[in-house]
């Protein structure tokens, strides 16, 4: 990761026809990270994006739904690249996962994203899961997406989520408080600094507005949170300062820091032991915090 895609990220243009380019990680992601063969995976289309059922092998029924949000900076990453990591998440949890293709840079800015993410969650409801089944996870920039779902839908009037598990969650979009930060410049891939200069690509036709970061909501409706981060990661600054606001709001949370792991690491579980530990702390909160003898209406 160092010496292969950190070149790649910390020093590419960030154009919009170099942002198009990040989308090949998705194409080819399927030559190096396959799901089980006895997983099934069905693709949903709704308004203007998509998403897909990930159904593993040997649940036992139960009627917990996971709602995923990939990462990858809002403008890379997919379906394809994180099919695996929410495979072993749902297979673990005893659940079935909806991962969502959400529209993103340099298609789509900040605000649609946060509108798919939302959307799906709403199209869970009107499809009769109850919200106490329901996990909303995600890493890095798909966390950010995850709470700002949750907000949103509790600003909109919608019933809360049961729980909200985070990887290595993106949650402030000020860079100026994370710059002095001593893992910011020397994350072992992940060039956070770089958020600067996304931002304004992100943030198109928000100009005026507050940003849209979460640590900086309401957060005293919030469900229980799971937040997990590696110790040497750039985002440990973002983990540790939204423990810190769940804290004062009176969230039920749990942050668990990772000694020596890099960003979003359960990713990396079929070669990274720590991670599919990582994956099982996950699965052990969604277990906790839904209640699935509620059936589907």
């Not at 070149?7 to 190096?32: E, H, Q, W």
């Not at 089980?36 to 040997?58: K, N, Q, Y």
């Not at 957060?219 to 040497?232: F, K, T, Y």
Request: glycine share 8%; charged share 20%.
């Amino acid at each position: 990761m160092k010496y292969a895609v950190r070149p790649i990220f910390r020093y590419s243009p960030l154009t919009p026809s170099m942002l198009r380019l990040a989308a090949v990680l998705d194409l080819g992601a399927p030559l190096l990270m396959r799901p089980s063969r006895e997983t099934e995976i069905e693709r949903v289309w709704l308004d203007g994006f998509h998403g897909e059922w990930i159904r593993p092998a040997g649940g036992t029924g139960s009627h917990r739904v996971i709602l995923y949000l990939h990462g990858g900076g809002f403008f890379c990453c997919g379906l394809r690249t994180h099919r695996t990591l929410v495979e072993r998440i749902a297979k673990r949890s005893d659940a079935t996962a909806f991962s969502v293709a959400y529209r993103q840079l340099p298609r789509a800015p900040l605000s649609t994203s946060m509108a798919d993410a939302l959307a799906s969650y709403r199209w869970l409801l009107d499809q009769g899961h109850a919200p106490e089944n329901i996990v909303i996870s995600g890493d890095s920039a798909g966390a950010f997406l995850a709470f700002t779902t949750a907000l949103n839908a509790i600003k909109g009037d919608l019933p809360a989520p049961a729980g909200i598990a985070a990887l290595s969650p993106l949650v402030d979009l000020d860079h100026e408080a994370r710059s002095t930060y001593a893992h910011t410049r020397t994350d072992i891939y992940i060039p956070v600094h770089r958020l600067k200069s996304l931002k304004r690509l992100l943030l198109a036709g928000m100009e005026g507005d507050p940003l849209p970061s979460p640590c900086d909501q309401a957060l005293q409706d919030l469900p229980p949170v799971l937040i997990i981060v590696g110790s040497c990661e750039g985002l440990r600054w973002d983990a540790e300062l939204m423990a810190e606001r769940l804290t004062e709001a009176d969230v039920p949370h749990r942050l668990q820091i990772w000694e020596n792991q890099i960003h979003v690491f359960p990713a990396f579980a079929g070669v990274i032991p720590e991670g599919q530990e990582a994956i099982n702390e996950v699965a052990a909160f969604i277990r906790e915090t839904t209640t699935p003898e509620h059936a589907a209406a």
